[in-house]
C-alpha cells in the first residue's frame, strides 16, 4: 500500500463511518471488521497539516504507521479539527516523532548518496546504493532529479530503485549491496575531496559517527580513509601549527571610506585573484544595527555591494517588512570575496564555502569594520558569520534565540538564519518557518539596538 491507495481507501472508510479499532490497516491492503457503533459522516475533512506530514508518515519503517494515519483522521473528524496541535496526544506525538525520524534520514540521503559513473550502451549514466532507515525512495530522490537532472541515474536501495531518464522519475525494485557493486574514478574523486576537507584538528571520532553514520560508511568511497587519516592526524596538526597563517595586515584609526578602498587592494587570500572585486561592507557608519553574513555572491561580486542578488532581495523585503531602511543600518559579511568553482560547462560561477583560512585571512577587516562602526546589536545570517564572529564552529539551530552578551565585539550578538538557507530550504514548511524565524530575529535585533536593556541575555 502506498500513500494514495490509503488516501482513497481511508476516504471510503470515513463516509462509512468505520471507527479506527475496526479498520486494521497492513501492507497488503485487508481490512477486518467487527460491528463497533459506526458514525458515518457526510463530508470527511482532511486538514492541510495533516495532508503534509501523511506522506512522511507512510514513509516511515514503522508497521503500525497505517493505523496510526487513520486514528489521527477519524480524530480530527470526530472529536476535534484542532487534535495535531495537542502535542501531548500520544497519537500526535508519535505522529511527529515519524516525520523528524523520515524528515532526517531524507536529508542524510541528500547528503550522503556518492553517485558512481557507468557506461550504458556507450551513454555515460551514475549509480548509486543508499540505504536508508525509512521507506524514502519517492520522497527523496525528486531533489537528485532537480540537482542532476541533465545526466541520466539510477538510485538502489534494498527496498526500492529510482530510475532518472532525463525526463522522468520512475520507481522499480530494490538491490542488495553485494548485488550492486561498481568501482569507478569517482570514488577517487569523493577520497580527495573529503582528504582536502578533514580537519585533523577538530578529529573527533564519536562526532564524526555521530554525523555520519558507520551504517552508511560501506557506500561511501571517502570512509575507506577514515583510519588512514585518523591514523596521519598528529602528523598533519604538526604540519598545520607550522604553516603559516594568512591574516590581513589593516591599519589602525582609518575612517571606513579609506578601509574600504585598501581593502580593494588586499591580495591576502587567493580568492582575490578569482573575483571581480572586494565587496566591502556599506551602511550607516554610525549604526547600532550590523547585519553580517558569509561572503559575497556572483552578483555582489559583479555589482561590488553585499546583499544584492537573489539572497539579499529576501533579505532586503524581510527589512522592509520590520520597517528597517538599508540605509539606516550597516550591511557587510565575514569575508569579502566570492569564492567559486566553475559549473560542469563552465558557464557558470559556483559558490564555494569559505574555509577557517579564508575567515582567518579576512577576520581583521571585520574586526575593523566592527571597531569603526561601534553597533550595539550585530546578527550574524548563516554558520560562516556567526563562526566567525563568535570564534567557534557555530550550528545556527543551537544559537539561535539567544542573545549573546560577553563578546568582546559587540554588546549583543544574535545568530540567525542566512536568506540562502531559506532559498535552499527542504521543503516549502522549512522555508515558511525559517523565514518567520529570520524575521523574528531581525525584530529582536532592531529592538536590542534601540534600548539599552538586553533580555534574555546569555554568557556563552
Ligand atoms: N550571501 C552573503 O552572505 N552575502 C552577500 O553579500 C550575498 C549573499
Redesign the pocket.
Given at each position: 500500500m502506498n500513500w494514495d491507495e490509503w488516501r482513497a481507501k481511508a476516504r471510503s472508510q470515513l463516509i462509512e463511518g468505520v471507527a479506527p479499532a475496526e479498520a486494521v490497516w497492513n501492507d497488503a491492503p485487508e481490512f477486518l471488521f467487527s460491528v463497533l457503533e459506526r458514525k458515518p459522516l457526510e463530508k470527511p475533512v482532511i486538514p492541510k497539516d495533516f495532508l503534509e506530514m501523511g506522506p512522511l508518515i507512510a514513509a516511515a519503517r514503522e508497521p503500525d504507521r497505517w493505523n496510526l494515519l487513520y486514528r489521527l483522521v477519524y480524530r480530527l473528524n470526530h472529536e476535534s479539527p484542532h487534535l495535531l496541535n495537542i502535542i501531548t496526544d500520544p497519537d500526535v506525538k508519535k505522529a511527529m516523532d515519524l516525520v523528524k525520524s523520515v524528515r532526517k534520514d531524507i536529508h542524510k540521503m541528500h547528503a550522503f548518496v556518492r553517485f558512481k559513473k557507468v557506461d550504458i550502451d556507450g551513454q555515460e549514466g551514475y549509480v548509486a546504493w543508499h540505504k536508508p532507515e525509512h521507506l524514502i525512495m519517492e520522497l527523496g530522490t525528486p531533489f537528485f532529479a532537480r540537482r542532476f537532472g541533465d545526466k541520466p541515474w539510477s538510485i538502489f536501495s534494498p527496498d526500492a530503485s529510482a530510475h532518472w531518464n532525463m525526463k522522468e522519475l520512475t520507481f522499480g525494485a530494490g538491490m542488495t549491496e553485494h548485488e550492486f557493486n561498481i568501482e569507478d574514478e569517482f570514488d577517487e574523486v569523493w577520497k580527495t575531496y573529503y582528504k582536502s576537507i578533514f580537519n585533523p584538528a577538530r578529529l573527533n571520532l564519536k562526532m564524526m559517527k555521530q554525523e555520519m553514520s558507520p551504517k552508511y560508511w560501506s557506500s561511501m568511497p571517502e570512509t575507506a580513509l577514515i583510519h588512514e587519516l585518523v591514523r596521519e592526524a598528529p602528523q598533519r596538526l604538526q604540519n598545520m601549527a607550522a604553516a603559516p597563517q594568512v591574516r590581513a595586515d589593516v591599519p589602525k584609526n582609518k575612517s571606513l571610506a579609506e578601509m574600504k578602498d585598501l581593502a580593494g587592494k588586499c591580495k591576502i587570500c587567493p580568492w582575490a585573484g578569482q573575483s571581480t572585486q572586494t565587496?566591502f561592507g556599506e551602511g550607516n557608519p554610525e549604526a547600532d544595527f550590523m547585519i553580517v553574513?558569509?561572503?559575497?555572491?556572483n552578483d555582489?561580486d559583479l555589482n561590488g555591494q553585499?546583499?544584492v542578488?537573489p539572497?539579499?532581495k529576501l533579505l532586503s523585503e524581510a527589512l522592509q517588512e520590520l520597517g528597517i531602511r538599508r540605509e539606516s543600518i550597516y550591511i557587510t559579511?565575514a569575508v569579502k570575496h566570492f569564492k567559486w568553482t566553475p559549473s560542469d560547462d563552465g558557464k557558470a560561477r559556483i559558490h564555494k564555502k569559505p574555509s577557517g583560512t579564508d575567515m582567518h585571512a579576512c577576520k581583521p577587516w571585520l574586526e575593523a569594520e566592527i571597531a569603526a562602526v561601534k553597533p550595539r546589536v550585530i546578527i550574524a545570517?548563516?554558520t560562516t558569520a556567526a563562526t566567525a564572529i563568535l570564534g567557534r564552529l557555530v550550528k545556527i539551530n543551537e544559537y539561535r534565540e539567544k542573545v549573546i552578551t560577553n563578546n568582546a565585539l559587540a554588546e549583543n550578538i544574535i545568530v540567525s538564519w542566512?536568506p540562502?538557507a531559506i532559498l535552499r530550504a527542504f521543503d516549502q514548511k522549512d522555508a515558511t518557518e525559517k523565514l518567520a524565524q529570520l524575521k523574528s530575529d531581525l525584530a529582536k535585533a532592531l529592538a536590542l539596538s534601540s534600548s539599552a536593556v538586553s533580555s534574555a541575555s546569555i554568557q556563552i
Open positions: 565587496v553574513g558569509e561572503q559575497p555572491g555582489e553585499a546583499f542578488g539572497a539579499g559579511n545570517l548563516g542566512h540562502s
